[in-house]
Nanobody, 125 residues
Framework: QVQLVESGGGLVQAGGSLRLSCSAS????????MGWFRQAPGKEREFVAA??????DTYYADSVKGRFTIFRDNAKVSLQMNSLKPEDTAVYYC????????????????????WGKGTLVTVSS
């Protein structure tokens, strides 16, 4: 069982920045893709960004390209969010899935192996 713990959510004004972090209870070099999804009020959960299990590939949703950057250091993944918009308001979930590429994780949504409990990001206009 892999545990994922997120941190870094909060309230920020539009145009501001936040950095989310997620720590996973996996060994260094473990073959898990790690990424971020989000769920806005009244909407389905959607993919945001991911780092593949080979640690060499990343993938982003079109809505965050150029604004969000995902970083990975073994069992920790971070999401730097810049130029935030009110529509970025959501609960952000860390996710991990074994032997998955970043692009493949983008279409998995509910099929991911492990989820964190989520951290709330609120962007005010």
């Amino acid at each position: 069982q892999v545990q994922l713990v997120e941190s870094g959510g909060g309230l920020v004004q539009a145009g501001g920045s936040l950095r989310l972090s997620c720590s996973a209870s996996i060994h260094t070099g473990s073959r898990y893709a790690m990424g971020w999804f989000r769920q806005a009020p009244g909407k389905e959960r959607e993919f945001v960004a991911a780092f593949g299990w080979t640690y060499s590939d990343t993938y982003y949703a079109d809505s965050v390209k150029g604004r969000f950057t995902i970083f990975r250091d073994n069992a920790k993944v971070s999401l730097q969010m810049n130029s935030l918009k009110p529509e970025d308001t959501a609960v952000y979930y860390c996710a991990a899935d074994a032997f998955t590429s970043a692009q493949a994780m983008a279409v998995m949504t509910d099929g991911v192996d492990y989820w964190g409990k989520g951290t709330l990001v609120t962007v005010s206009s």
